[in-house]
């Protein structure tokens, strides 16, 4: 299965974890052992694979153990500063955005949750 944004949360977690799975399985590792090399509980192995959620921290420890945290730079790369991007700042690296910043609309990378002329509000959900 493809991963992609009309998935739902629980679709992608189940998929994640059947990839691990085989990741593990291709690694000729019971999730025992899996779990004692990642120092995470064999439970949380059976919770990642199965797309439970679990900490943060516990999937790192996984992803390191099975030589896939290196994938993480294709999820998010490590982007600096463009040069002229330093020029403008004077060398000063851009740490936070502001709401003006955002209602000029600067870039549509910068818009990550749309417009903002409505404020979200509690009980918004669709």
Known sequence: MKLEGSLTDAAVLEELGKRLARARISSSLTQADLANRAAVGKRTVERIESGESVQLISLIRVLRVLGL??????????????????????????????????????????????????????????
């Open 69 to 126: 945290l290196e994938a993480f730079d294709a999820i998010a790369p490590d982007e600096g500063p463009s040069p002229m991007e330093m020029l403008e700042r004077r060398g000063k690296v851009r740490r936070r955005v502001s709401s003006r910043s955002l209602q000029k609309g600067s870039t549509p990378k910068d818009r990550i949750s749309g417009p903002t002329s409505t404020p979200w509000r509690w009980g918004d959900e669709r």
